[in-house]
């Protein structure tokens, strides 16, 4: 009942803020930039879009190898659509990479490394983000002006160091034995396996900069894609001026009040593409754009799924 009750509240607030964010720019200007949309750029923003996903499966791919499991790439490039497709579905912005673990340690018979692999693929996503996002602030200081937006830079830092904190801290895991009761305690055993697996990581500074090289790669990308986009209702457009402002939409879309960032990302946009001298009509429109570009890439992970024989293709070394 709480689940289907906070489901209730999320949606609502994704049809509110999305109401209000159409309504702030106007639902005649926003036709009027749809209508000259140039359809080459779209065309150029969807074939980028294809390649977004591919720093994540060759990070992902690196963080299994160094833990000794050799996965093979179209396998995991499989396994990574999937993730993509029940983010999309699912409330959160994480959902999709529980899947992700549990198929992947269907595979490698190891489910605690292999949600380590996922959480650490994610977390250093988060971490190249953040710095992003501070530069951004930095870089533009009227930004720091918005209280909205520094509140959700600084609420999406504190929550990563809380995040971090939790899965490392083996004094948690002694705490929780003490106050819950002796049943639950099986959880708290496979919890303390994802740690010990977690840590393993402290002996692959190899593996964790490549990670960090695939997440700067990924978060440059998601900037040309939006760059892109963006081209296709209003030109030209700084690519140098996007990149002081999309890393902040991103994080905008991180808290976790409206469905999958819904509405969130919307607001930042329409907020921030006037600041770099770009109507918020453009803003909206690109934004949109790129919901249903990136919502098509995702129905592949939702092809991927109901095709659930692949898992009998991973060949694991």
């Known amino acids: 009942m709480r689940k289907q009750l906070l489901s209730i509240v999320s949606i609502s607030l994704t049809v509110l803020l999305m109401y209000l964010v159409i309504s702030s720019v106007g639902l005649d200007e926003l036709i009027t930039a749809v209508r000259n949309a140039n359809p080459l750029f779209i065309l150029l923003a969807f074939l980028w879009a294809q390649l977004l996903n591919l720093p994540g499966v060759f990070k992902l791919q690196g963080l299994l190898r160094a833990q000794g499991y050799r996965v093979p790439f179209f396998y995991l490039f499989r396994v990574y659509h999937i993730g993509v497709f029940f983010n999309h579905f699912l409330p959160s912005n994480v959902g999709g990479d529980f899947v992700?673990?549990?198929?992947?340690g269907k595979t490698t018979h190891d489910p605690a490394t292999s949600l380590a692999a996922v959480f650490v693929e994610r977390l250093t996503g988060f971490i190249v983000l953040v710095?992003?996002?501070?530069?951004?602030?930095?870089t533009r200081i009227a930004l720091v002006e918005n209280p909205l937006l520094t509140l959700a830079v600084l609420g999406v830092t504190f929550?990563?160091?809380?995040?971090?904190?939790?899965a490392v801290d083996k004094r948690l895991i002694v705490w929780f034995e003490r106050v819950l009761p002796k049943p639950?305690?099986?959880?708290?055993?496979?919890?303390?396996?994802?740690?010990?697996?977690l840590y393993r990581y402290q002996n692959q500074p190899r593996a964790l900069l490549r990670a960090l090289w695939w997440s700067l790669l990924f978060n440059a990308g998601a900037i040309v894609y939006s760059w892109l986009t963006a081209l296709a209702f209003h030109q030209p457009i700084s690519l140098l001026d996007l990149a002081t402002i999309i890393p902040l939409t991103m994080v905008v879309a991180i808290v976790p009040l409206s469905f999958n960032g819904i509405g969130l990302q919307e607001w930042a946009f329409v907020l921030l593409f006037p600041l770099i001298g770009v109507p918020a009509s453009v803003g909206l429109s690109a934004m949109l754009t790129i919901r249903l570009i990136t919502l098509s890439t995702a129905l592949l992970g939702g092809v991927f799924y109901l095709h659930k024989q692949f898992r009998r293709e991973a060949a694991i070394a």
């Open 131 to 138: 710095i992003f996002a501070v530069i951004a602030l930095v």
């Open 100 to 104: 992700r673990a549990y198929e992947i």
């Open 184 to 197: 639950l305690h099986k959880y708290l055993a496979k919890f303390g396996k994802f740690q010990t697996s």
């Open 159 to 166: 929550g990563l160091i809380m995040i971090v904190w939790l």
